[in-house]
């Protein structure tokens, strides 16, 4: 078994009277790459900033392999610098020689090699993504969080970016925490999907990264399942 780089342990977080995590627990451990999915509002950004160290619990403790472990998030929106350019905007206009080359392989490790001189704007949205990825990536994260970070793409485009973000990972030995909302995507990505309901983990099971169409889909049905499964006491819902 890999070593626990991070562990929730009897997380909570309240916001006022919204109680928006209810006592979650669950480790991730090295190398793995771990989804969250769950309906909107259930609590997936808010495990995220926790982990990330963007917020505290109410309650509960998050253990961290190493105190100065190092994570970097990307988000939806890609959170460019619109006036400078692709270079500038990995290599955060550090000139020096070395942070420069390593921008660059970098960028050709996302696939934008050529494209160094090109603005942001110049970009299509999975080219942005990339970027953005690519920025993540210079930080060489110990943890990298991804929160819908392929929500406003198209089909074709999410497709692709799915197939190379698995690939970048695991060519790069990552542990990567993903926030979606689709269960087909946490299911072709995710060595592990954990379904977030009201506040709680519910639900775990094996992913399907690197399986056949006919796995994913069975994975994605099983998660499915138990995100639209209407809570204790709650009306409606389908019923077999
Ligand atoms: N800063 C905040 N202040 C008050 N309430 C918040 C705050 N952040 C989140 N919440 C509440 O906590 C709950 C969980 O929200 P969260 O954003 O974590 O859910 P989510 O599953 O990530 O949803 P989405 O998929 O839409 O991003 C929601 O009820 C939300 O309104």
């Not at 977080?13 to 109680?19: A, E, F, L, R, T």
Request: with cysteine; proline share 4%; charged share 20%.
């Amino acid at each position: 078994m890999a070593k626990p780089l991070v562990t929730l342990s009897h997380l909570y977080k309240q916001y006022g009277d919204n109680h928006a995590l209810q006592d979650v627990s669950f480790t991730i451990h090295q190398g793995e790459f771990v989804a969250l999915v769950g309906m909107s509002g259930g609590g997936k950004s808010t495990l995220l900033r926790l982990i990330a160290q963007l917020e505290q619990p109410t309650a509960g403790t998050i253990t961290y392999a190493e105190p100065n472990l190092v994570k970097r998030v990307m988000f939806q929106d890609d959170r460019l610098l619109p006036w400078m350019t692709t270079l500038a905007n990995v290599s955060f206009a550090a000139h020096d020689a070395k942070t420069q080359a390593r921008a660059k392989e970098t960028l050709a490790a996302v696939g934008l090699a050529g494209f160094e001189q090109t603005y942001p704007t110049e970009l299509s949205g999975g080219q942005k993504q990339r970027l953005a990825l690519a920025r993540a990536l210079m930080a060489a994260p110990q943890l990298l969080l991804l929160d819908e970070p392929l929500g406003a793409l198209d089909a074709l485009t999410r497709r692709n970016m799915q197939t190379f973000i698995t690939h970048i990972c695991d060519t790069n030995h990552l542990t990567t925490l993903l926030i979606t909302h689709d269960v087909d995507e946490a299911a072709r990505m995710a060595d592990r999907v954990i379904v977030v309901k009201n506040g709680r983990a519910v639900y775990e099971t094996v992913g399907a990264k690197g399986q056949d169409a006919e796995t994913i889909a069975r994975v994605g049905e099983s998660v499915l399942r138990v995100i639209l499964a209407p809570a204790p006491g709650e009306e409606g819902g389908s019923r077999d």
